[in-house]
């Protein structure tokens, strides 16, 4: 069993910068691909960004963003740390939901979030116009 807490979330102007942070309570952390998902009032949960739990070239990983977060947001794991990081810029007050983080033990990037074992509470982001 796997437990995510997910930190750094808050109210921000449309323009600010936020990080969240989401910890891992196990050592296993480094064998499960990642991934940030996110819920509007009255929407669906949806995909944000997930990283791959796999290294390719020189140590980096395959990672995946929606199309509304491309060039904004920055998904990032440090295993030593059991942590999973999104930083996001130029937020926009469409970005305001509960942002969750979550665990996939499946190969892949995990697109779906039916793929997802274990999920965080979640973590307020609200940007204000």
């Known amino acids: 069993q796997v437990q995510l807490t997910e930190s750094g979330g808050g109210l921000v102007q449309a323009g600010g910068s936020l990080r969240l942070s989401c910890i891992a309570s196990?050592?296993?952390?480094?064998?499960?691909?990642m991934g940030w998902f996110r819920q509007a009032p009255g929407k669906e949960r949806e995909i944000v960004a997930t990283i791959d739990r796999r290294t390719i070239n020189w140590g980096d990983r395959r990672t995946y963003y929606t199309d509304s977060v491309k060039g904004r947001f920055t998904i990032s794991r440090d295993n030593a740390v059991n942590t999973l990081y999104l930083q996001m810029n130029s937020l926009k007050p469409e970005d305001t939901a509960v942002y969750y983080c979550a665990a996939s033990g499946r190969d892949g990037l995990g697109y779906d979030l039916h793929d997802y074992d274990y999920w965080g509470q979640g973590t307020q982001v609200t940007v204000s116009s």
């Open positions: 196990e050592r296993t952390f480094k064998d499960y691909t």
